[in-house]
Nanobody, 112 residues
Framework: QVQLVESGGGLVQPGGSLRLSCVGS????????MAWYRQAPGAQRELVAR???????NYAESVKGRFTISRDNAKNMVFLRMDSLKPEDTAVYYC??????WGQGTQVTVSS
C-alpha cells in the first residue's frame, strides 16, 4: 500500500520561510517524477513545483525564485523550501507521485 505523508506546514508571517517534507512508503521515489501541488479555498489544485527522476525542476511562475524543490531518493523524501512567503501562498500543499499517488496535504497559512 502506497502512502505519501507531508509535514512541515503551519502559520508563518509574510516574508517568512517554511520547509515542507514528503516521505513515501510502499513506493520507491527513485523511479518517480515527484511534484508539489497546492489548493487554496475555492480554487483549483495547481502545480507548484516538479522534479524529475533525473533532478530537473520546473516551477509555477508565481513561485519562481522563492521556492525550491529537492529530493533525497535514499530517504524516499521530497522537499519544498518556501522563502519570502506571501499571503497568496496560503493553501493546502500536496505531495504527488506522478501520475498516481497523492498525499493527504499539509496546511500552509501566511498571515500577520
Amino acid at each position: 500500500q502506497v502512502q505519501l505523508v507531508e509535514s512541515g506546514g503551519g502559520l508563518v508571517q509574510p516574508g517568512g520561510s517554511l520547509r515542507l517534507s514528503c516521505v513515501g512508503s510502499g513506493i520507491n521515489f527513485r523511479g518517480w517524477h515527484m511534484a508539489w501541488y497546492r489548493q487554496a479555498p475555492g480554487a483549483q489544485r495547481e502545480l507548484v513545483a516538479r522534479i524529475s527522476t533525473g533532478g530537473s525542476t520546473n516551477y509555477a511562475e508565481s513561485v519562481k525564485g522563492r521556492f525550491t524543490i529537492s529530493r533525497d531518493n535514499a530517504k524516499n523524501m521530497v522537499f519544498l523550501r518556501m522563502d519570502s512567503l506571501k499571503p497568496e501562498d496560503t493553501a493546502v500543499y500536496y505531495c504527488y507521485a506522478e501520475a498516481a499517488y497523492w498525499g493527504q496535504g499539509t496546511q500552509v497559512t501566511v498571515s500577520s
